[in-house]
Antibody
Framework: EVQLVESGGGLVQPGGSLRLSCAAS????????MHWVRQVPGKGLQWVSL????????KYAYSVQGRFTVSRDNANKMLYLQMNSLSAEDTAVYYC????????WGQGTLVTVSS | EIVMTQSPATLSVSPGERATLSCRAS??????LVWFQQKPGQAPRLLIY???TRATATPARFSGSGSGTEFTLTIDSLQSEDFAVYYC?????????FGQGTKLEIK
């Protein structure tokens, strides 16, 4: 059974940093591109970032470019999102998503940016 | 950035009837479009990819069509569990973008 379990969310002050993690299991993690998608509670979805299977290529939404960094540890089946210079507009549930068309999403972790 | 526009914002349909949801791209995305279903408190669920290919476990009453800039998700014989929010999303180039969603509600 495929599992994607996010962690690391919480309350952070504007201008602060947070690192999200996603623990993957049940599939060959190193074969798949991985994504981060976020959703403001009660609102729509936004693609945040992707990383190629070997970490060699990354992409970011314009709104997070230069502030967020995606990375992965294939040996330990972990995906990360380092988020810096956070603002209230980054408040959202952050989902870890397996690439391809498997339809595998984590349950999400809530990030709240507020003073 | 490609803008995805879904219509209508809310669709009221009776159980057993057909629902037709639309998604328009601001420029061609070929057939690189997916549809998701989302229920309250849950992560999105992939329904359709490649504009018309049903994902694993997607019931046959769901069908997708279209290419280029105009896409449709059709749900035949609506069941109670189908009432949810539906999102389209392209993956033709980066950044991938979502539509704003269509809420399918019981009439």
């Amino acid at each position: 059974e495929v599992q994607l379990v996010e962690s690391g969310g919480g309350l952070v002050q504007p201008g602060g940093s947070l690192r999200l993690s996603c623990a993957a299991s049940g599939f060959t993690f190193s074969d798949d591109r991985m994504h981060w998608v976020r959703q403001v509670p009660g609102k729509g979805l936004q693609w945040v970032s992707l990383i190629d299977h070997d970490g060699g290529g990354t992409k970011y939404a314009y709104s997070v470019q230069g502030r967020f960094t995606v990375s992965r540890d294939n040996a330990n089946k972990m995906l990360y999102l380092q988020m810096n210079s956070l603002s209230a507009e980054d408040t959202a549930v952050y989902y870890c998503v397996r690439g391809g068309f498997s339809g595998d999403w984590g349950q999400g972790t809530l990030v709240t940016v507020s003073s | 950035e490609i803008v995805m526009t879904q219509s209508p914002a809310t669709l009221s349909v009776s159980p057993g009837e057909r629902a037709t949801l639309s998604c328009r791209a601001s420029q061609s995305v070929s057939s690189k479009l997916v549809w998701f279903q989302q229920k309250p408190g849950q992560a999105p669920r992939l329904l359709i990819y490649g504009a018309s290919t049903r994902a694993t476990a997607t019931p046959a009453r769901f069908s997708g069509s279209g290419s280029g800039t105009e896409f449709t998700l059709t749900i035949d014989s609506l069941q109670s569990e189908d009432f949810a929010v539906y999102y389209c999303q392209h993956y033709n180039n980066w950044p991938y973008t979502f539509g704003q969603g269509t809420k399918l509600e019981i009439k």
